[in-house]
Structures are given as structure tokens and as C-alpha cells.
């Protein structure tokens, strides 16, 4: 059985700095892409980013362009979001999902899913 688990969330100031961390386990780490979402009060889930299997290829929604930064540490079952210059409207429930069907990074449509961590950054 699949698990995600995410772990890093917290509530952080304007301008700072926080490091997601989404752990992989019950299928090889090395056939999954893995997209990060994020869901705001209200709204509806976004893709936020994603890696291919190999981490070389990496894409990003354009309001976290620039300021997030997608790795992955294959030997470490564990996928990487490094949130800088971080911004209220970034406040949401960050969720990973991963997905061993294809090596393209999608935005839609993920196999698995983590339960989610808060990030809060206020004003």
C-alpha cells in the first residue's frame, strides 16, 4: 500500500522561509512522479508543482515561480518543497501525490495522495 506522508507545515511570517517534506513508501520511490497541491480556504485544490522520476525535469504554477523549489532525494524515499519569500495568499493545506503511471510531471489526476500539512504565513 501506497503512503504519503507531508511534514514541515507551520505558520511563518511575510518574506520568510519553509521546507515541505513528503515521505514515499509501499512502492518503489524511483517510478513515481510527484506533484505538490495546495487548497485554500474556500477555493479549490491548485497544482503548485511537480518532478519526474529522475528529479531532472521540475515545473511550476506561475504564482510560485521564482520563489519555490521542487527537489527530491531518491535514496531518501522523499520528495523536497523549499518555500522562500513566502506570502499570505500562500496560507493554504499543502498536499503531495504521487503517480507511477507516467514520467511527465501532470497537474491533474494523481494515482496517491498524502493527508496534508497547514502553512500559515501571516502579515
Known amino acids: 500500500q501506497v503512503q504519503l506522508v507531508e511534514s514541515g507545515g507551520g505558520l511563518v511570517q511575510t518574506g520568510d522561509s519553509l521546507r515541505l517534506s513528503c515521505s514515499v513508501s509501499g512502492r518503489a520511490f524511483v517510478s513515481f512522479i510527484v506533484g505538490w497541491f495546495r487548497q485554500a480556504p474556500g477555493k479549490a485544490r491548485m497544482f503548485v508543482g511537480g518532478i519526474n522520476r529522475s528529479g531532472a525535469n521540475t515545473n511550476y504554477a506561475d504564482s510560485v515561480k521564482g520563489r519555490f523549489t521542487i527537489s527530491r532525494d531518491n535514496a531518501g524515499n522523499t520528495v523536497y518543497l523549499q518555500m522562500n519569500n513566502l506570502k499570505p495568499e500562500d496560507t493554504a493545506v499543502y498536499y503531495c501525490?504521487?503517480?507511477?503511471?507516467?514520467?511527465?510531471?501532470?497537474?491533474?489526476?494523481?494515482?496517491?495522495w498524502g493527508q496534508g500539512t497547514q502553512v500559515t504565513v501571516s502579515s
Open positions: 501525490a504521487a503517480d507511477s503511471r507516467y514520467d511527465t510531471i501532470r497537474t491533474t489526476g494523481f494515482e496517491f
